[in-house]
């Protein structure tokens, strides 16, 4: 008893169905991937900081800053409340850390303040 071969339409005709559903899924899975997720914005635990104000900086005055962490990733810190402005908008004020050391104080360490 013999199979029947099969002709090479047919293998041609199979071949080009699987092509087709590999291109098709392939397909629906990019246009799944480019569906933008929601953030998650968070703050950080109040921190004490010192702020240096005056003229010459002799004057120094206690804040309170911390961390706003946006998908768990350190991004800015800040100060003060955060004020809602709509439902998904909030406004709050940015802090910064700047290194007032310089280049030719390499041995000694950083000094970072806050403005």
Excluded at 28 to 54: D, E, M, Q, R
Aim: glycine residues 6%; hydrophobic residues 45%; charged residues 25%.
């Amino acid at each position: 008893m013999t199979l029947p071969r099969a002709s090479t339409r047919d293998y041609v005709g199979v071949m080009r169905a699987k092509a087709c559903f590999v291109l098709v899924t392939l397909a629906l899975c990019t246009a799944t991937w480019a569906v933008p997720k929601p953030h998650v914005i968070t703050f950080g635990k109040w921190t004490p900081a010192k702020w240096y104000v005056g003229s010459a900086g002799d004057k120094v005055l206690e804040m309170k800053i911390r961390a706003l962490f946006v998908d768990t990733r350190l991004k800015e810190y800040t100060t003060g409340v955060a004020h809602e402005v709509k439902e998904r908008l909030f406004v709050v004020r940015r802090v910064f850390r700047i290194n007032d050391s310089l280049p030719q104080d390499a041995g000694t360490a950083q000094r970072w303040e806050w403005q």
